[in-house]
């Protein structure tokens, strides 16, 4: 309830600031992408390379930009994957997906 409100009186802030000064508000798009996915645990969504199966559980190394990500996959024992000599992948947003914690 409280959130609902403050995010209300900064809706209402930033909208006399644009209307008074002619600035936009900066989204922090990236900043919000990198709380979110940055050294969490991802699940597979698709075959990757045709050798890393669906359902492989990755973690989230370093965000490239708001769409790709290098990523470390680990095999059922918790161990990196490693294939070609390389252990941490580049991998479209897209492809994985946020692993549920369980409760």
Not at 74 to 98: A, M, T, W
């Amino acid at each position: 309830m409280i959130q609902g409100i403050g995010r209300f009186f900064r809706v209402i802030f930033y909208w006399l600031r644009k209307l008074l000064t002619g600035k936009n508000r900066e989204t922090p798009e990236f900043k919000w992408i990198e709380n979110r996915y940055l050294f969490k645990k991802l699940i597979l969504i698709t075959d990757f390379n045709n050798e890393i199966q669906k359902g492989t559980r990755a973690t989230v190394m370093e965000i490239i930009d708001q769409q790709h990500f290098y990523v470390e996959f680990e095999n059922s024992n918790g161990e990196p994957i490693v294939f070609n000599d390389q252990q941490i992948f580049k991998i479209q947003r897209n492809k994985v997906r946020l692993e549920r914690k369980s409760q």
